[in-house]
């Protein structure tokens, strides 16, 4: 079982930038697939950037660029560090981990003002 709590969404204007951090109740060391998702009104949740599970990381076309995932095993945390924010990356952001389950935190709302 893994809980994962993100934070650090807001308000920002168009330009901006915020860091999204991800806790996870348990050690992430062995957890090689995590991510971060996006979901804005009316759409499908997607994949804005994730480690895989050889150890690389892919983001979205849409943020390339513009966001960096990092983790910091030692305190079970990703981060998403978001710059050059667009009123188009308004949306709930999510985190991801998966073993043999897929688990998600309860998400944390990104808006971005023009």
């Known amino acids: 079982q893994v809980q994962l709590v993100e934070s650090g969404g807001g308000l920002v204007q168009a330009g901006g930038s915020l860091r999204l951090s991800c806790t996870a109740s348990r050690n992430i060391f062995s957890i090689n697939v995590m991510g971060w998702y996006r979901q804005a009104p009316g759409k499908q949740r997607e994949l804005v950037a994730t480690f895989t599970s050889t150890g690389n990381t892919i983001y979205a076309d849409s943020v390339k660029g513009r966001f960096t995932i990092s983790r910091d095993n030692a305190k079970n945390t990703i981060y998403l560090q978001m710059n050059s924010l667009k009123p188009e990356d308004t949306a709930v952001y999510y985190c991801?981990?998966?073993?043999?389950?897929?688990?998600w935190g309860q998400g944390t709302q990104v808006t971005v003002s023009s």
């Open positions: 991801n981990a998966r073993t043999s389950i897929s688990y």
